[in-house]
């Protein structure tokens, strides 16, 4: 692989977990996947990896209805590893707030 560090470095990173709230397994299967690969690939990359070891597109990219106060919009493309949990791979060098917060909104608009 082409990367700009050694794969000993890209290993050596640590997670922080404390608020995530998704699925044991899928934490554990991005985690191994971090480890085995490093970091600072690809965001496609991973994503691709996660999408194939999940069982591949047509199983886990999906079209989620969208509404906005309770009127339907339309729908949206999501990556799921189940049908209520969906993942977006990201990198940042820093938390970032504005992020999550366009998440949630996002996510609202799903219910």
Do not use: W
């Not at 640590?14 to 991005?30: C, N």
């Not at 591949?56 to 509404?67: F, I, N, R």
């Not at 990198?91 to 917060?101: G, I, K, R, T, Y």
């Amino acid at each position: 692989m082409n990367a700009p560090c050694k794969t000993a470095d890209r290993r050596l990173f640590e997670i922080d977990d404390s608020r995530y709230l998704g699925l044991p397994d899928f934490k554990a299967l991005v985690v191994d996947l971090e480890r085995d690969f490093g970091t600072g690939l690809s965001l496609a990359l991973y994503r691709e990896a996660l999408v194939c070891l999940s069982g591949g597109e047509a199983l886990v990219v999906k079209p989620v209805s969208m509404t906005q106060d309770g009127i339907p919009i339309g729908t949206q493309q999501f990556n799921l590893c189940v049908s209520s949990t969906a993942f977006k791979v990201t990198a940042f060098q820093q938390p970032d707030n504005h992020f999550e917060l366009q998440l949630r909104c996002l996510l609202g608009m799903t219910l």
